[in-house]
């Protein structure tokens, strides 16, 4: 399967900043990839679908302005979290669409703490 | 509504006991179904993909049974070592390259 990987694995950043996490893929050519995020003892869920050379598409209620994604090449997607806040404090984690039956590739996540 | 439903939400056992995990699915049109382990402060890693037509699938201590006609999975770990300990995600995609998550199961393996 795919190989991807996330920088940071974990960031501690100030209330009002804004914090740029990497997805990549290391192994695979992804046009699409996906970025969840995870709460405390919750499963994953959708944030948005990042698509090679276009616009993402957001899941509802995702704030598009908030959370900037740019997949500007086909092993690279970055997750901005704008002007952070303590509620944006999650576990964020990317994932690339690869291979047949709809799989796809988890990457190790990305622990943020907004203080 | 496509749903995903695992039972129990957690579960503690001793080292070298067996357990099974439980997932009840509606989504519709199906064509798969997926167990992930996801260690604390990891990302998920697939443990198996059921497909339409399999009913058992095993891999290692871990074996996968599906019912498609009740949609109905079960993921059955023998022999459990304290790496074991970790939440158990059943997974089954819809349309769009979406998947749908179960609420995953938080296993404690105890020595």
Same mark, same amino acid.
């Given at each position: 399967g795919a190989v991807v990987s996330q920088h940071p694995s974990r960031v501690i950043c100030k209330s009002g900043t804004s914090v740029k996490i990497e997805c990549r893929s290391l192994d695979f050519q992804a046009t699409t990839m996906f970025w969840y995020r995870q709460f405390p003892?919750?499963? $994953? +869920?959708? +944030? &948005?679908?990042?698509?090679?050379? *276009?616009? &993402? #598409? @957001?899941?509802?209620?995702?704030?598009?302005?908030? =959370? $900037?994604i740019n997949h500007a090449s086909?092993?690279? *997607? #970055?997750?901005?979290? #704008?002007? &952070?806040?303590?509620? !944006? *404090?999650? =576990? @964020?984690?990317? *994932?690339v669409g690869a291979g047949g039956r709809d799989e796809q590739f988890f990457g190790p996540g990305t622990r943020l703490t907004v203080l | 509504k496509n749903q995903v439903e695992q039972s129990p939400q957690s579960l503690i056992i001793l080292e070298g006991k067996n357990c099974t995990l439980q997932c009840n699915y509606t989504v519709s049109p199906f064509s798969n179904l997926r167990w992930y382990k996801? !260690? #604390?402060?990891?990302?998920p890693v697939s443990l198996t993909i059921m497909t339409f037509s399999e009913n058992t699938k095993s891999n290692g201590r871990y074996t996968a049974t599906l019912d498609a006609d009740t949609k109905q999975s079960s993921l059955h770990i023998t022999a459990s070592q304290l790496s074991d300990s970790a939440s158990y995600i059943c997974v089954v995609p819809r349309a769009g390259n979406m998947l749908t998550f179960g609420g995953g199961t938080r296993l404690m393996v105890k020595p």
């Open positions: 003892k919750q499963s $994953l +869920m959708l +944030m &948005a679908t990042s698509n090679e050379g *276009s616009k &993402a #598409t @957001y899941e509802q209620g995702v704030e598009k302005d908030k =959370f $900037l086909l092993t690279l *997607s #970055t997750l901005t979290v #704008t002007s &952070a806040h303590p509620e !944006d *404090s999650s =576990f @964020y984690i990317c *994932s | 996801q !260690d #604390t402060g990891r990302g």
